[in-house]
């Protein structure tokens, strides 16, 4: 079945936080080596998303996070400020940001399924993050339908302390989107989804977009990574 059929009655903005409460399963984030390197986004001192390290000076996100959502302009990125490893009153590392590159093809207020698959945007730190302190997610472009999948992230409801959903499973992918079983809140935008398997460090496969869901059933939608992020990440570095 295609995506767009599958999707067809999903709600699919994320927006502002509203009457929807938390879906996330509240599972300790230290059970995962390497959540350090994802942390909180906070955005002209009025939103939030979440975002992770994918190199010592640079953090993935979603295009979605760096507009004012009252006005649909960008954001300085000046006015960013990336914190890695929250956890309460702990931070790993904070840091500023100084550039933002956002995914050529995304149209800020578009909507609909297709935008999805260009959410996402790189941000150049200020200063770079040393990997003896938080080593960069690994990232990979494999991300298929069957896949075992986690998502931390940071949401309105949970604003210092990153939520971790654990085991989902890809439904499905087509082209550059990705439906997932995790459940999601509204912060989460940015936040990364990662495959970890046997042998392999974790390694971050898509970007959430948007909560949606499919009839009854709650999901999440993200952006997949592919050749367009390397592009991205030289034009930010």
């Known amino acids: 079945m295609r995506l767009r059929a599958v999707l067809a009655a999903a709600c699919l903005s994320f927006g502002l936080p509203g009457g929807a409460k938390a879906d996330e399963n509240r599972l300790s984030v ?29 953090v993935l996100t979603a295009a979605y996070c760096l507009f004012d959502p009252a006005t649909g302009r960008r954001v300085d990125p000046s006015r960013i400020k990336f914190e890695a490893g929250l956890n309460g009153r702990t931070v790993k590392a904070s840091r500023t940001v100084s550039k933002a590159v956002v995914h050529p093809e ?48 940071y949401s309105h409801n949970r604003s210092t302390r990153p939520s ?20 999601v809140d509204y912060g989460a935008s940015g936040s990364p989804v990662i495959e970890a398997t046997a042998g392999h460090a974790p390694r971050l496969v898509s970007v959430i977009s948007s909560k949606a869901a499919i009839g009854t059933r709650r999901v999440s939608l993200g952006s997949v990574l592919d050749g367009t992020l390397r592009a991205l990440m030289q034009s930010a570095g």
């Open 30 to 58: 230290n059970s995962m080596p390497g959540w350090e390197a994802v942390g909180r986004l906070n955005i002209a001192g009025r939103n939030m998303c979440t975002g992770s390290l994918i190199a010592q000076n640079l």
């Open 106 to 153: 995304y149209r800020y207020g578009n909507g609909g399924i297709a935008q999805i698959g260009t959410d996402i945007a790189v941000l150049r730190l200020s200063t770079p993050i040393s990997s003896s302190e938080i080593r960069p997610l690994s990232l990979s472009w494999q991300a298929a339908r069957g896949d075992i999948v986690d998502v931390v992230s």
């Open 164 to 183: 971790l959903q654990r085991g989902c499973q890809v439904l499905a992918k087509q082209n550059h989107t990705l439906v997932t079983s995790c459940r």
